[in-house]
């Protein structure tokens, strides 16, 4: 089993940039792919951001491809999600999920933070 909090979601103003944070725990987070997904009001989740249980392998949704980067600090138990020149559009609920997999399979994400909002602001 794995728990998964999310921090770091807030206002901010159109072009700036935020730092998503998730804190996870169960012994075996190392060896899961982590991932960020959002929804926006009215829409479906949709996913953002993927990284493998090494760090070595990434995606990301076209959306947000050159704008934001995934990360992970095994030894933290931690999975960050950098968000630099955010848009109106990237307002959302934003959940950290981990997979059991070690690499990564978009639909194979079954642990799921509480989510954290980011607001941008034009």
């Known amino acids: 089993q794995v728990q998964l909090v999310e921090s770091g979601g807030g206002l901010v103003q159109a072009g700036g940039s935020l730092r998503l944070s998730c804190a996870a725990s169960?012994?075996?987070?190392?060896?899961?792919?982590m991932g960020w997904f959002r929804q926006a009001p009215g829409k479906e989740r949709e996913f953002v951001a993927a990284?493998?249980?090494?760090?070595?392998?990434?995606r990301y949704a076209d959306s947000v491809k050159g704008r934001f980067t995934i990360s992970r600090d095994n030894a933290q138990i931690t999975v960050y999600l950098q968000m630099n020149s955010l848009k109106p559009e990237d307002t959302a609920v934003y959940y950290c999920a981990a997979s059991p997999l070690s690499s990564i399979v978009v639909t194979q994400f079954g642990y799921w933070g509480q989510g954290t909002q980011v607001t941008v602001s034009s």
């Open positions: 169960g012994r075996t987070f190392s060896t899961y792919a």
């Open positions: 990284i493998n249980w090494s760090g070595r392998n990434t």
